[in-house]
């Protein structure tokens, strides 16, 4: 693990237990380096802003603000397992990572009566992965970092005839086919909308350049739109 992904993840692991602590040499242990690194890491998020307080002396230890965690929750064994097993089946989808984090906050902020219930709960449900059926290949972090901050990704891409271009697009949304994932985007150089398979991308890089919001229903594409599902919250 990286510093970045390391700093990230000590974070996310104050915020699960906030306003309880954890200790240099819990997180040491967690992390495979040292309390001193962990020391380091821990004044460098402090510095750049995150609400992390020390408390000293034997039961001492680094916490999260009560205003970074979540109160408790009354989420039932059925619906904390309903969510992980939705995590767990969208682990190559948009935000897989954001969708791991959410549940261990949920989690967290659970009783522990109701946690242990749906942990007892989550081990008679069971996923089976089919041989013949292959995962989609993970999306990118810096597409998911485009959709949220809307803006022009610079992209090398090779068609179905395996002709290289590059070009910047503007995403709209991403897809998932029987291929695998896509994403639909405003294509510049085309000056149309057009579907970018992810696994022909060779390169991608995030721009400063702003879009213009876009839908998918405005696009003119060779696609079955009647049959695309939509998310809702």
């Known amino acids: ?12 692991q104050l915020r699960a237990v906030a306003p309880r602590m954890r200790t240099a ?5 967690r992390h495979g380096v040292s309390i001193r690194t962990i020391e380091r890491d821990i004044s460098a998020l402090q510095q750049s802003g995150v609400p992390i307080y020390a408390d000293v002396g034997r039961r001492g230890g680094y916490a999260l603000e009560k205003t970074m965690s979540l109160p408790p929750l009354n989420f039932t064994a059925a619906e904390a397992v309903a969510l992980a097993v939705a995590v767990a089946r969208g682990h190559d989808g948009p935000f897989a990572r954001a969708g791991h984090s959410a549940l261990h906050k949920i989690l967290a902020a659970m009783s522990q009566q109701n946690t242990a219930a749906a942990r007892e709960l989550a081990a008679r449900v069971r996923l089976l992965d ?5 995962a989609p290949e993970p999306i990118p972090p810096v597409i998911e970092q485009a959709i ?13 005839s395996g002709a290289h271009s590059e070009r910047e697009v503007e995403p709209i949304v991403l897809l998932l086919g029987s291929p695998g994932w896509y994403l639909v985007a405003w294509c510049r150089l085309r000056d149309e ?3 970018f398979r992810l ?5 991608v ?29």
Not at 1 to 12: F, G, H, Q
Not at 130 to 134: A, F, I, N, R, T
Not at 148 to 160: M, N, S
């Open 1 to 12: 693990m990286n510093r970045t992904d390391r700093l990230y993840a000590i974070v996310e």
């Open 25 to 29: 040499r819990e997180l040491a242990a």
């Open 130 to 134: 089919g041989p013949d059926s292959p």
């Open 148 to 160: 949220l901050a809307r803006r022009a990704l610079r992209i090398g891409y090779l068609d179905r």
């Open 193 to 195: 909308a057009r579907c």
């Open 199 to 203: 696994d022909r991308m060779t390169g």
């Open 205 to 233: 890089t995030l721009t400063d350049s702003p879009t213009p919001e876009r839908t998918l229903e405005s696009c003119d594409l060779d696609a079955p739109l009647h049959r695309v599902r939509t998310i809702t919250l």
